[in-house]
């Protein structure tokens, strides 16, 4: 790739203000306040995909946020790269926690990216990551050095299930048509230590409501003679896990792949500091599945978390009741094999089951997903390792994520193609918390580093 750096030199301000306005609409698609920011923000991504060189794009319009399809067709003949991403945000509460406001964006210098870090929501997630597609292709058109096809599916979803996709993939399987799927919604080790993301966790994610009485009740003449929902609740959430936290819904193991001593040794050698990981959260100690270190734990075994809970009064002061509902959210993160519906009927059917008498409980399932592996000997994996070297000087490690994008099994099922996951964001970027950020120098790597494995991987389809 001639003069990409010299490209990026030229338009670095450009490229940061850009993102910068994209940035600044609040495309929340979780909730329904922020319903015209998210449409908007489509518009923009339109423009952009336009602005860049793409010959067609189109709003598709589904159920839900409308999806962005964009291409340039160069040559039929050539391989096609289909690129994914969100445009969509999640919420940005507690707004009182960010250091400035989550949608006026602002660089500012942190001790791992001191040339600065733009903080705003979706900066990492996934904004800042799908810009750096739409400038990778703006600068091989521009330079006439685009080598294959490209086609462009950003979605406004994401972070809500992504369920009118599955959808839109079905019935689009013709216009979707590609030889790999390149998404950068994920992170590597560090600046210095580059690396590929060659599994996700799969998602079951629920929520429960435990009933008592039929109205909240004064806890001084009712309480101890009537059941109380919150305390069922919290109850029941506590025996989800023993004494080795290991999550006690029976069946919720028997598919989990238990990985051979030499792959764990393998992933033993990426460099961790638990010293510094947990100075980093400011806790003093790690928790955790017994028999497994850190980076395991959050990676190749499956988990389950309360992701929140309420009921009762919360308000300022103090109110004596017993409440007639409790409610939590729980997610639970999947590891390839096990089925997210199979798990999420396991927890419905044991999560009633140990309901106390005095208490109804209801288990509603959200979204889910399944896990994902993709495999390190294909052409796709090696022209994106190749590319992190050239960029980098130094081949990335494979890595395991924990995180999940579940629609990366469904890509493999509809579109029969496998799914390149080159991410240029660190796990400090705070994603789906306060204070989301993302480096300057991480936003322009990426946009130096994704021509590289057009070039790559076209060169080892062998249909130049």
């Known amino acids: 790739m001639q003069n990409v750096q010299d490209y990026i030199s030229k338009n670095k301000e450009r490229f940061l203000d850009e993102l910068i306005q994209l940035l600044r609409i609040p495309s929340v698609s979780a909730d329904s306040a922020f319903s015209q920011d998210v449409i908007d923000t489509s518009e923009a991504v339109r423009t952009a995909l336009e602005n860049a060189g793409c010959d067609t794009v189109e709003i598709c319009e589904t159920d839900g946020y409308p999806i962005v399809y964009g291409e340039k067709i160069i040559d039929p003949a050539l391989p096609t790269v289909l690129v994914y991403g969100h445009y969509d945000v999640q919420p940005a509460d507690p707004i009182n926690l960010w250091n400035s406001p989550p949608f006026e964006p602002a660089i500012k210098k942190t001790d791992k990216h001191p040339e600065g870090a733009i903080f705003a929501r979706g900066a990492c997630d996934d904004k800042g990551q799908m810009y750096m597609h739409v400038k990778a292709l703006e600068f091989m058109v521009k330079t006439n050095q685009l080598p294959c096809n490209v086609k462009f599916m950003i979605e406004g979803e994401e972070e809500v299930g992504s369920n009118n996709?599955?959808?839109?993939?079905?019935?689009?399987h013709k216009k979707l048509a590609n030889d790999i799927i390149l998404i950068s919604d994920t992170g590597m080790i560090a600046n210095d230590v580059p690396s590929i993301t060659t599994g996700l966790r799969g998602l079951s994610y629920v929520e429960v409501e435990v009933t008592g009485p039929n109205r909240d009740l004064h806890s001084g003449l009712?309480?101890?003679?009537?059941?109380?929902?919150?305390?069922?609740?919290?109850?029941?959430?506590?025996?989800?896990?023993?004494?080795?936290?290991h999550i006690t819904i029976p069946g919720f193991y028997d598919k989990v792949e238990d990985l051979s001593q030499e792959e764990r040794a393998e992933m033993a050698k990426a460099p961790f500091s638990l010293?510094?990981?947990?100075?980093?959260?400011?806790?003093?100690?790690?928790?955790?599945?017994?028999?497994y270190s850190t980076n395991e734990r959050n990676s190749i075994r499956p988990t389950l978390d309360?992701?929140?809970?309420?009921?009762?009064?919360?308000?300022?002061?103090?109110?004596?009741?017993?409440?007639?509902?409790?409610?939590?959210?729980?997610?639970?993160?999947?590891?390839?094999?096990?089925?997210?519906?199979?798990?999420?009927?396991?927890?419905?059917?044991h999560f009633e089951s140990i309901a106390p008498k005095g208490v109804t409980v209801k288990?509603?399932?959200?979204?889910?997903?399944q896990g994902y592996v993709t495999p390190i000997d294909t052409i796709g994996y090696k022209a994106a390792s190749k590319a992190y070297e050239t960029t980098f000087g130094k081949k990335p490690i494979p890595q395991r994520s924990g995180g999940s994008i579940p629609i990366v099994a469904l890509f493999e099922k509809e579109l029969n193609s496998k799914t390149i996951l080159m991410g240029f964001?660190?796990?400090?970027d705070a994603i789906?918390?306060?204070?989301?950020?993302?480096?300057?120098?991480?936003y322009l790597k990426g946009i130096e580093t994704i021509p590289y494995f057009y070039h790559h991987f076209t060169k080892m389809s062998n249909r130049t």
């Open 222 to 245: 009712y309480g101890g003679a009537v059941a109380n929902p919150i305390n069922a609740l919290t109850k029941m959430i506590a025996s989800l896990h023993d004494e080795n936290n």
């Open 432 to 442: 789906h918390s306060p204070n989301e950020h993302f480096g300057v120098w991480n």
């Open 363 to 369: 288990v509603t399932p959200h979204h889910g997903g």
């Open 275 to 291: 010293d510094a990981y947990q100075k980093a959260l400011n806790i003093t100690s790690v928790d955790g599945e017994k028999g």
């Open 306 to 349: 309360v992701n929140g809970i309420w009921g009762g009064y919360t308000g300022e002061g103090a109110k004596t009741v017993i409440a007639s509902k409790a409610y939590a959210k729980i997610s639970m993160r999947l590891v390839p094999n096990q089925d997210w519906q199979d798990i999420t009927q396991l927890f419905k059917t």
């Open 425 to 428: 964001g660190l796990d400090s």
């Open 165 to 172: 996709l599955a959808v839109f993939v079905a019935n689009n």
